[in-house]
């Protein structure tokens, strides 16, 4: 269990995107944001080790869009790799 003192607390003031600097603030309404989390343990190169970043409307479906690419991409060479039968025929 995580216990925060007053002190511990982030600074409410610091809601901008940490991609693209964009005021995550909107009006009166509670900011929006997607965050990209990490908190890495004995297991990991960088053991001890914490990361938290907001991510704007915009950057975080930029970043999903990369992800799902990247899958896209990654599926079709294996498939490459497996399937030799969908080689293209060299002539
Ligand atoms: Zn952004």
Not at 7 to 17: A, F, I, K
Not at 51 to 74: G, P, Q, S, W
Request: overall charge negative.
């Amino acid at each position: 269990m995580n216990i925060e003192t007053e002190e511990q607390r982030e600074p409410v003031h610091d809601l901008n995107c940490d991609f693209c600097d964009k005021d995550l603030r909107s009006g009166e309404l509670p900011p929006e944001f997607g965050v990209l989390r990490a908190n890495w343990g004995p297991g990991s190169s960088h053991d001890g080790e914490s990361y938290e970043l907001r991510l704007c409307e915009t950057c975080f479906f930029r970043i999903l869009a990369d992800v799902k690419r990247e899958r896209l991409v990654r599926s079709m060479f294996d498939d490459y790799e497996e399937d030799h039968s969908e080689l293209p025929h060299v002539f």
